[in-house]
């Protein structure tokens, strides 16, 4: 294993010190949401505690405090994904909330009756459902990218799905149940050579890769900040200057506003015209130290120290009879789902429990690709950089156990 000191890492996560059933806790559900650094907790516990006031509002102390942290996480998001200007920046509740805006105001101005908008086989569906809520308002028409047996995206097959109806594709940089990450920049350019923008959804492909937007040219881009160590409630839309100054407000409310008449409202500019309401100001304080965390970590060190304990995953799992992994394409991140021939998924996440093993099991969220590879639901392990070697050896005992129960 590479250098990476793992004790160190471990003892900075409280959640990992602890026994479930009396048996030490194996967390592999991070692709879920992942556990957070003392330094997160100990920043949301502080601003609850004391930092706690409304920003963007009062101009008294707390106010100011508060005001300034959020609009500071706004820069810290700004350089850790490296989007042109702040402006570009926008809070929302998580990749859901983010993906929910885009399908709405992107809908309203640029999806008429007839449209295409294109998303693919792998996705969650949060990256599904607002596309097809759309395309039922406006009479549009959602279309598909598939994917092969190994679970690689089919892009070859895009110029034939683009027409001159398509408005958007949208597309996971890594799928939450196969763990490939699909070439995003390679897909932007062959959807802008078709005038098709891109919405990237980056909820688990931000976890794993270096995000880059303005290398990667997508238009508009989204995570949580629940599954990179940071706080549940909040995360980010990204989206290019000249797309979200076209968009009109999502909701209404607070701080969104420039001017209210009931003749006429005008409104903020960027990035509060996306932001109506009282804003999760200590989620982002959260987020932010987050991510200051993961960058102080030495993130190559942790994305080579994952991939390999990814491979010894894979390795162990495909050794064991009647067990078999979908996602074997590559690039491949620290996301591994499986089914085991005469267990049900839901049976494994019980007797694994018990066991003081944590996985995700079932439809994941993606029940396209369920029926994709023709399954009720896959049993899931999603690594993280704080995870180790001998918890695999766990998972695959505790899958021994749940094999020998069932059969
Ligand atoms: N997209 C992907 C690829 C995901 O993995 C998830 C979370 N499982 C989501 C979207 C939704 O994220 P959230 O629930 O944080 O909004």
């Known amino acids: ?11 900075d996560f409280p959640a990992l010190q602890q026994q479930v059933y009396g048996k030490p ?24 505690a004391k930092c706690n006031a409304n920003i963007h509002r009062a101009i008294h102390y707390l106010a ?46 640029f999806v008429r009756s007839g449209d295409e908008i294109v998303v693919t086989e792998a996705e969650h569906h949060s990256n599904i459902v607002p596309w097809q809520l759309l395309c039922e308002r406006k009479g549009a028409t959602l279309k598909v990218v598939p994917v092969d047996d190994t679970g690689r995206l089919q892009i070859e097959k895009l110029p034939e799905i683009f027409t001159g109806k398509t408005r958007l594709l949208c597309v996971a940089q890594v799928s939450n149940v196969l763990g490939v990450v699909n070439p995003v920049k390679e897909i932007v350019q062959l959807a802008h050579a078709h005038h098709v ?17 303005q290398a990667l040219d997508c238009d508009f881009y989204v995570f949580s900040g629940h599954k990179l160590y940071g706080p549940t409630g909040i995360g980010v839309l990204y989206g290019k200057e000249e797309w979200l100054e076209q968009l009109p407000p999502y909701q209404g409310g607070g701080d969104m506003i420039a001017s209210v008449s009931f003749a006429k409202t005008t409104f903020a500019g960027l990035p509060l015209k996306f932001e109506a309401g009282t804003a999760n100001y200590i989620g982002a304080h959260g987020l932010a130290v987050a991510i200051n965390y993961v960058q102080d970590i030495n993130r190559t060190a942790a994305h080579a120290y994952e ?16 067990l078999r992994i979908y996602g074997t394409a ?31 099991t079932g439809r994941l969220c993606a029940d396209t690709l369920m029926q994709r590879f023709n399954l009720q639901g896959m049993i899931r392990a999603s690594l993280a950089f704080y995870n180790t070697k001998e918890e695999i050896d766990a998972l695959v005992n505790g899958l021994r156990q749940v094999q020998k129960m069932m059969h």
């Open 64 to 109: 100011i405090q508060c005001t300034e942290r959020y609009e500071q996480a706004r820069e810290t998001v700004r350089r850790f994904v490296n989007a042109g200007k702040t402006q570009e920046i926008v809070f929302a509740a998580g990749t859901t909330a983010a993906i929910n805006l885009v399908a709405f105001s992107f809908g309203e101005r």
């Open 307 to 322: 991939q390999q304990l990814t491979a010894y995953a894979i390795r162990q799992l495909s050794a064991m009879e009647g």
């Open 197 to 213: 923008p891109v919405l990237v959804d980056g909820a688990q492909g931000i976890v794993h890769e270096e995000v880059d937007v």
């Open 330 to 360: 590559a690039p491949k991140t620290s996301v591994v789902s499986f089914s085991i021939n005469g267990v049900h998924s839901s049976d494994a996440a019980a007797i694994l429990d018990k066991l003081g093993i944590a996985v995700r």
């Open 25 to 48: 806790l194996i967390y592999l559900d991070s692709a879920a949401t992942a556990q957070k650094p003392q330094c997160v907790v100990e920043a949301i516990d502080e601003m609850n």
């Open 1 to 11: 294993m590479t250098t990476f000191d793992i004790t160190a890492i471990r003892h």
